[in-house]
């Protein structure tokens, strides 16, 4: 979800000098010059879902979806939704709040008046493929009483969701010893550059009524070879969360020996690839929210020689 996922509030408001009627009665602006509902059109004043957090921005996403890319979410009561929609500052052009269309739109703020409960709009992860068809399928306006989430309302199973779609982790560098090029039966040390902090957050909240955080923890690397056993022995005992870079004298236990040369393969390398696990759980939740690790990997090439040597009698 991509870099950071965009979340939209869809709803229906007169915010162009020339508004047009959509089906159903209801008054909106076409954006996309085509006539009809455009998904793009957001609500004026509507909270929508908030996220914050250092898993936000600076990092890399997995493209992880939701079960339900679309949902409703509480917005005004009665007697704010009866003002939102009827402020002449919202109706720009004068005949549109003279058109017959107009007023039926009107008809069911105004039969809420007085009613305790809120209007609650429906909104979609706009990152996901399956959200605007989703949406669609959602009615424009709903109002539900205190107390109580319409069918289809967000719940905090689907808001940890949202956070988890938007979680991103940095971009890791592989570094080798040796670097340059390895050896047949040589020792070659794997780790990581790039992670900075090892803990990242995501919080996912619809002011006033909900909030769940997400923490993704780097917990460790996976190592392929880029070839088969035959040709490479991979150690991953001792990698730790990042690897195990080279010091002189150390016991090799995160890496690659490789025991064939590269020279017959594709560009005479080996395509070494190092995957940084990051599990995500959501903070403070009684709910036992279960989600796939944040998998990044990144990949390098590592040619491989033979050392030669000549024995004299």
Known sequence: MK???????????????????????????DQ??????????????????????TGTKGGKGDGFRMKRPCWYEPFLNAE???????????????????????????KQFDERRGQEGLWWLPSYNKGDPAGAACWGELQSFVFVPPNTTPASGITLEQLAEIARAAMTVPEHTIKLSPDAKSFVNLPTYVWLEGIGEPTR?????????????VVATLQSIKIDPGTTEERAEKNEEGCGTSGKP???????????????????????TYPLTVSAVWPVTAQGSVVPFQFAPVELEATRDVPVGEIQSNVKP
């Open 80 to 106: 704010e939704m009866w003002a939102l929609q009827t402020d002449p500052r919202n109706q720009t052009h004068t005949a549109v709040a003279q058109d017959k269309h107009f007023e039926d739109f009107l």
């Open 32 to 53: 996309s010059g085509k006539g009809g509902r455009h998904v793009d059109l957001f609500v004026k004043s509507a909270q929508g879902v908030r996220l914050s957090g």
């Open 246 to 268: 080279y010091v002189k004298g150390s016991a090799f236990t995160c890496g690659v020996r490789y025991l064939r040369s590269s020279i017959d393969q594709p560009r005479e």
């Open 201 to 213: 957050t995501v919080t996912a909240e619809v002011p006033g009524f909900m909030s769940v955080t």
């Open 3 to 29: 870099p950071l996922m965009a979340l939209m509030t869809a709803g229906l408001l007169l915010l162009d000098p020339s508004p047009k009627t959509v089906p159903g009665g209801q008054v909106g602006v």
